[in-house]
T-cell receptor, first 111, second 114 residues
Framework: SQQGEEDPQALSIQEGENATMNCSYK?????LQWYRQNSGRGLVHLIL?????REKHSGRLRVTLDTSKKSSSLLITASRAADTASYFC???????????FGKGTLLTVNP | DGGITQSPKYLFRKEGQNVTLSCEQN?????MYWYRQDPGQGLRLIYY???????QKGDIAEGYSVSREKKESFPLTVTSAQKNPTAFYLC?????????????FGPGTRLTVT
């Protein structure tokens, strides 16, 4: 079953703008991860935020987590055409080693 | 050059035939996973294995089988019992020691069954 739900399903912006994607989930989690997938390729891990963390940064990426609302957001600042990809959130619950993925947000950055 | 390899990249089969997808990793990871991805969808877990000679069903195991005879290898067989086998299949692995939950993905195999 898919736990995460990303919003919006698709997002189109101009190069240099910021992109924000949201993820909601249903059950308690150990951590939440964001992955990127270029068209027809495998997924690449971007960032992980643990359930006791509220915000994390990595380069142009900023992730927030609100466990009371069961939601997370991924912000990409100063976007580039190379950021065009699908972005997925994935949750890990308790001692379960499985990742549960959402359906993803397709981000298009126009040059 | 460490990583996960999947072969072939594209695979075509006739309905009723079994087909085996290869997944090999040289990252010395304990756990390996198989996912299925349909157009516009997220990933759904088929099978996973945390140790050699042991594996567990994921959310959509029906019509699939796996083996884990070596730590490096986790092949997936799509049997004729799988009703809608055409999809993009992704293999992943991760370390179980420590606190890293990050999964490393292969490039995927696109299977088309006609």
């Amino acid at each position: 079953s898919q736990q995460g739900e990303e919003d919006p399903q698709a997002l189109s912006i101009q190069e240099g703008e910021n992109a924000t994607m949201n993820c909601s989930y249903k059950t308690s989690i150990n951590n939440l991860q964001w992955y990127r997938q270029n068209s027809g390729r495998g997924l690449v891990h971007l960032i992980l935020i643990r359930s006791n963390e509220r915000e994390k940064h990595s380069g142009r990426l900023r992730v927030t987590l609100d466990t009371s609302k069961k939601s997370s957001s991924l912000l990409i600042t100063a976007s580039r055409a190379a950021d065009t990809a699908s972005y997925f959130c994935a949750t890990v619950g308790g001692s379960n080693y499985k990742l549960t993925f959402g359906k993803g947000t397709l981000l298009t950055v126009n040059p | 050059d460490g990583g996960i390899t999947q072969s072939p990249k594209y695979l075509f089969r006739k309905e009723g035939q079994n087909v085996t997808l290869s997944c090999e990793q040289n990252l010395n990871h304990d756990a390996m996973y198989w996912y299925r991805q349909d157009p516009g969808q997220g990933l759904r877990l088929i099978y996973y294995s945390q140790i050699v000679n042991d594996f567990q069903k994921g959310d959509i195991a029906e019509g699939y089988s796996v083996s884990r005879e070596k730590k490096e290898s986790f092949p997936l067989t799509v049997t004729s019992a799988q009703k809608n086998p055409t999809a993009f299949y992704l293999c992943a692995s991760r370390r179980l020691a420590g606190v890293s939950y990050e999964q490393y993905f292969g490039p995927g195999t696109r299977l088309t069954v006609t």
